[in-house]
DNA sequence: CCACGTTTCGGGTACGTACCCGTAAATATA
DNA sequence: TATATTTACGGGTACGTACCCGAAACGTGG
């Protein structure tokens, strides 16, 4: 069987214009060199014949490598999360490599701005097409995409978002309706009148991330108008030790409480609390796929994890890029990821 | 930025093998006319270098094109379940269409079993490449799929599977597990002692989706000793006026169900009778991501759906064809999908 | 009108692979 | 031994696009 030929190529649109497809490719990829009669007509015949081009050929006709620049939080001893957006990225590095796309990763600590900025500096030393970030540090972050903005490189959030910063895409969740999801589950088997406890561990104070998610847990509350208390702590000390005394001196003020709801992934430090001072008694709901925080699902402590496909973040992070750069698609400017529900039953076969 | 030349092709190792390109391309592609000395070198040198084929070169070149037979039910008034798989199908169809691949759907009607037949007839007598099939009918899929194993046509199973008929893979839930996360679900908010029922509305008597589903169902509260009671119903005709016939009977027999388990997508006729009943105490969980569910789900009405990303399963059912026909890449044998749970608040995000 | 720069364009080769066609060598047949 | 047939291989072109290089057409100032 043979492949149709109702194909339109340059070839095709070179003959109709009676020109040569040198010229039909200068039109094409803008280069000087072709009077504006020409063009007129040679834009017209691309329009006509609805012409796309044939990017295998594309691809392999040019020299040009595409080098991309990932900035992403280094995977810690505290947490594996970041492994997940890695793998994502890996593979679409691996999918589009032939394609003559290159990835330069760029990794700082999650506990040192400077490594942040160091980092940044690296980047913007070596010649890059588009950035993926994921803007941990807000502030830095706006300066260096203001940066990249002037160098007309695109870049793409995800993870967390920045308002309004001229981003060619935000790939992650709606961190709002996910606190909203977590609020419901939480109280899914609750009598009437009770005490719920929002933990926040984390060194940063302000963050971005938790606060959004809190907002749209006690929207939900609201919007229900259910009679219950919403106390809640912040653990600046992310050590385990630290997280145990803290939580003590709350479960001690309010002995009633019947649900705790920590706001990311670090869940596994309550749950890991809660199992040594025999408080299996409280319903417990936090965030991501760990390998910790499936152990204590798996034990029954943890009762639900939310998660947002943090390797689909990567994966389409980078491919939001690809698109622009390389086939020169459009990109959906925001890419909510969905609030997954993860229970012991249906883990194993979530794909992260 | 040019490209790095760490690419070996076809003509480094016609180089090293003292050959011309022709000949390597010979062995590439299994081709007579090699003797088998030159062949092992060949193959030596191909091994060591890890030669990977250069897709884009590869279908540029080729002017042949793969064909593609998709085999499922018709969208239905009934229900709009498979618009989602057709959905991801024709996904993967405009992905793949530029290196020459083509796809020629068959449909057949779900209540009518001639339907399947007819369809399969017609692609017999086709020159088709790859299958991709819901093998709904399970006698009749077992026959056609004997005949494109003996053709050497390699075939996908997607959304229900039958074990060992060769099929080159299946991608879809794993259904004892689905049933297990409903029960567990279900069972989430109730006190200790309760009554459940199972809701099995379908024409077929014999259904293996169903049964496998209800078997992880009943065996989540084996695994949990719960003392409770699972009724079950079986209700064949699939209108709503039937179900209402059947479900008042069933809960003027036990009026002290509190929860009710449907083990396909039509729960919302369930729900609907629930709604029209003012039997809203009850607890309800179903199947799929329709149109009528979530307008039950938001309602509350519904309490969760299960899904397993239909659309997905048609993207990568295909994709998984295309993998083995066009790069002639390894496929996972069984691909099990996610089994997600789908609420109120979390539904507006959910990737089907 | 000529010399020279600029603008505008076409020829042609390369990318890596597929595959047609032709041919020399090896083998079989008479 | 001469001829037919098969086997084993190489040359070369095509796929659709990118881009180098050179050349014709045009314009400008002297």
């Known amino acids: 069987m043979e492949k149709d030929n109702t194909y339109f190529g340059v070839k095709e649109i070179a003959r109709r214009a009676n020109v040569s497809i040198a010229t039909v490719d200068r039109v094409i990829h803008n280069r000087p060199g072709v009077s504006e009669k020409t063009k007129q007509k040679i834009n017209g015949i691309i329009k006509e014949l609805d012409y796309q081009p044939n990017i295998l050929a594309s691809r392999l006709a040019s020299r040009k490598i595409i080098s991309l620049a990932v900035l992403l939080p280094r995977v810690s001893e505290e947490t594996d999360f970041w492994e997940a957006p890695l793998k994502g990225i890996r593979r679409a590095e691996a999918e589009i490599k032939k394609y003559g796309v290159q990835i330069q990763f760029y990794l700082f600590d999650l506990n040192d701005k400077n490594t942040f900025e160091e980092q940044i500096k690296a980047i913007l030393e070596t010649e890059v097409h588009g950035v993926l970030l994921s803007p941990s540090f807000i502030e830095e972050s706006k300066q260096f995409v203001k940066t990249c903005h002037k160098l007309k490189i695109p870049y793409v959030f995800f993870d967390s978002n920045i308002p309004d910063q001229d981003n060619l895409s935000y790939i992650g969740p709606h961190l709002f309706q996910s606190g909203y999801v977590g609020a419901k589950l939480l109280t899914y088997r609750l009598k009437e009148n009770h005490k719920v406890l929002v933990v926040n561990i984390s060194k940063e104070i302000f963050n971005y991330n938790n606060l959004q998610i809190e ?138």
């Open 215 to 352: 907002e749209g847990f006690r929207a939900y509350f609201n919007d229900h108008n259910q009679s219950c208390e919403v106390i809640r702590v912040d653990i600046k000390d992310t050590d385990s030790l630290s997280v145990a005394k803290d939580l003590t001196r709350v479960l001690y003020e309010h002995e009633d409480i019947e649900a705790i709801f920590v706001t990311n992934s670090r869940v596994f430090a309550v749950a890991s609390f809660l199992e040594k001072s025999k408080r299996t008694d409280i319903s417990l709901i936090g965030y991501d796929f760990l390998k910790e925080n499936i152990r204590f699902l798996n034990m029954g402590t943890i009762d639900f994890l939310i998660c947002h496909k943090p390797e689909e973040q990567g994966y389409r992070g980078l491919m939001s890029l690809y698109q622009r750069l390389v086939l020169g698609a459009p990109v959906e400017k925001v890419h909510f990821m969905p609030i997954d529900i993860i229970t012991k039953e249906n883990h194993a076969f979530y794909q992260n």
